[in-house]
C-alpha cells in the first residue's frame, strides 16, 4: 500500500516563473491538505480539498492554488514566484471518514522548491 | 490568536533515558493534539495524538500528558533510542486543520 506519494522531490525556479506540484493520497483517502515548510520551521497550512474543491484555507496569497482531480490527486501551483517561497511542500492526506475520528494526517516527503 | 510554541529548541538524552518534550498551546477551541517525528529529509510522521477531552494516552514507548488548565502538552519516550532522534513538532487540529509549532530537536547520545 502506497503512502502519500509527491512529485518532483525537487526542483529549482526563477523568480516570477510558475510551478505546479502533484500528490497523490494514500490509498482509500479523499482528502488533502497542502502545508508549506521553511527551514527550521514547522509546516504552514496552504489549503485543504475535498470533493473537488477547496474546503479550507491558511494565510497565503491567491498566488497559491490548488486543484484536486477525480481520483483524489492533488496539484499545487504557485504563480510570480518570490524568493521567500522557497520551502519544502508538503501533501497530506486522510479519509473523511473513520479518519475524521483521528488526528491523524499522513504526510508525503515532500516537494523541496528553490527559487533563484 | 492561535500559536501553538515549543519551550525548547533542542533536547539532549542519553540513550536508555527518558525524554520529555513540552508544549504550550493557546487555542483552547481545538479537537485533537498531535505529535509528529520529522526526520532529516523526510515528511513528518504521526506519533501519536490525544483528544482535547483527554488528559492521557499511550502508545507503544510513547505517553502524551494534557493539562488544559495550563494548555501545556507533553511528550514522554521511555528508553530513548538513537532512532529517535529528529525533530518533534507539537500541533494542534481543529476542523481537519493542522497548526504546528517551530519543533524541539531531540538528540539521543551514546
Known amino acids: 500500500d502506497a503512502g502519500v506519494t509527491q512529485s518532483p522531490t525537487h526542483l529549482i525556479k526563477t523568480r516570477g516563473q510558475q510551478v505546479t506540484l502533484r500528490c497523490s493520497p494514500k490509498?482509500?483517502?479523499?482528502?488533502v491538505s497542502w502545508y508549506q515548510q521553511a527551514l527550521g520551521q514547522g509546516p504552514q497550512f496552504i489549503f485543504q480539498?475535498?470533493?473537488?474543491?477547496?474546503?479550507q484555507r491558511g494565510n497565503f496569497p491567491d498566488r497559491f492554488s490548488g486543484h484536486q482531480f477525480p481520483n483524489y490527486s492533488s496539484e499545487l501551483n504557485v504563480n510570480a514566484l518570490l524568493l521567500g517561497d522557497s520551502a519544502l511542500y508538503l501533501c497530506?492526506?486522510?479519509?473523511?471518514?473513520?479518519?475524521?475520528?483521528?488526528?491523524?494526517?499522513?504526510f508525503g516527503e515532500g516537494s523541496r522548491l528553490t527559487v533563484l | 490568536g492561535e500559536s501553538v510554541g515549543l519551550h525548547l529548541p533542542t533536547l539532549s538524552v542519553q540513550e536508555g533515558d527518558n525524554s520529555i518534550i513540552n508544549c504550550a498551546y493557546s487555542n483552547s477551541a481545538s479537537d485533537y493534539f498531535i505529535w509528529y517525528k520529522q526526520e532529516s529529509g523526510k515528511g513528518p510522521q504521526f506519533i501519536i495524538d490525544?483528544?482535547?477531552?483527554?488528559d492521557k494516552r499511550q502508545g507503544q514507548r510513547v505517553t502524551v500528558l494534557l493539562n488544559k488548565t495550563v494548555k501545556h502538552l507533553s511528550l514522554q519516550i521511555a528508553a530513548t533510542q538513537p532512532g529517535d532522534s529528529a525533530v518533534y513538532f507539537c500541533?494542534?487540529?481543529?476542523?481537519?486543520?493542522?497548526?504546528f509549532g517551530t519543533g524541539t530537536r531531540l538528540q539521543v547520545t551514546l
Open positions: 500541533a494542534e487540529m481543529k476542523a481537519s486543520k493542522l497548526t
Open positions: 490525544i483528544r482535547s477531552n483527554m
Open positions: 497530506a492526506s486522510r479519509s473523511s471518514g473513520n479518519g475524521a475520528n483521528t488526528g491523524e494526517l499522513f
Open positions: 480539498y475535498y470533493e473537488e474543491e477547496e474546503r
Open positions: 490509498s482509500g483517502h479523499d482528502t
